[in-house]
């Protein structure tokens, strides 16, 4: 499996442009977790999918921010408009199940730059 | 406040030695802790999953070690490796209702060198 797919690798925009970030999860697994990773606060989950159905988006930092999964093997995070404090590492992770003590997979990550 | 904490925050070894690195804390209650390495550039990557009832688990020259009583756990790398260098996340899963909050430390950096 070529694992958890992310593109694109770099992006970098101008304040007020839209971002779309895309994932593929690896074939067969049922949960879906997007996340953003900075220097001063690590990891943080933003959104997680279940059967492409979003569960938890409480970790998303507001409107401008928005995630979907039209099917098993596709999800996009869009920033519409980007403002500069977005800037981060935008990693894709998924898993099969989430109770149990199955691993996450992270793709390589999106490294958004917004100027 | 569910919290991980990890020691050092960044760590310089010479290729061959050995390293311990130090993570605590204060999820509950508490599921499972995982330790993730992570190369420049890249995501992060499992090396071990323990569960509540295991004390200690390796994978190659990787053992984590596990006390859930003091909410403490360790990495210990053994005859350390020029590949070893990345920063290495402690992550702690909370039971059923926070399964999806996921903990994650800040990471300690390892720098492997000649």
């Known amino acids: 499996d070529a694992g958890v797919i992310q593109s694109p690798r770099h992006e970098v925009t101008e304040m007020g442009q839209e971002v779309t970030l895309r994932c593929k999860p690896i074939s067969g697994h049922d949960y879906l977790f997007w996340y953003r990773q900075t220097m001063m606060r690590g990891l943080e989950l933003l959104i997680y999918?279940?059967?492409?159905?979003?569960?938890?988006d409480s970790g998303m930092p507001e409107d401008r921010f928005s995630a979907k999964m039209p099917n098993a093997s596709f999800s996009t995070l869009k920033i519409q408009p980007s403002e500069p404090r977005d800037s981060a590492v935008y990693f894709c992770a998924s898993s099969y199940r989430t109770a149990d003590n199955s691993p996450l997979h992270f793709g390589n990550g999106t490294r958004l730059t917004v100027t | 406040k569910n919290q991980v904490e990890q020691s050092p925050q960044s760590l310089i070894i010479l290729e061959g030695k050995n390293c311990t690195l130090q993570?605590?804390?204060?999820?509950?209650?508490?599921?499972?802790l995982r330790w993730y390495k992570q190369d420049t550039g890249r995501g992060p990557v499992s090396l071990t999953i323990?569960?509540?009832?295991?004390n200690t688990k390796s994978n190659g020259r990787y053992t984590a070690t596990l006390d859930a009583d003091t909410k403490q756990s360790s990495l210990h790398i053994t005859a350390s490796q020029l590949s070893d260098s990345a920063s290495y996340i402690c992550?702690?899963?909370?039971?059923?209702?926070?399964?999806?909050?996921?903990?994650f430390g800040t990471g300690t950096r390892l720098q492997v060198t000649l």
């Open positions: 999918f279940n059967n492409n159905v979003p569960i938890d």
């Open positions: 992550v702690v899963r909370g039971l059923a209702g926070t399964a999806s909050k996921l903990t």
């Open positions: 323990m569960t509540f009832s295991e």
């Open positions: 993570c605590n804390y204060t999820v509950s209650p508490f599921s499972n």
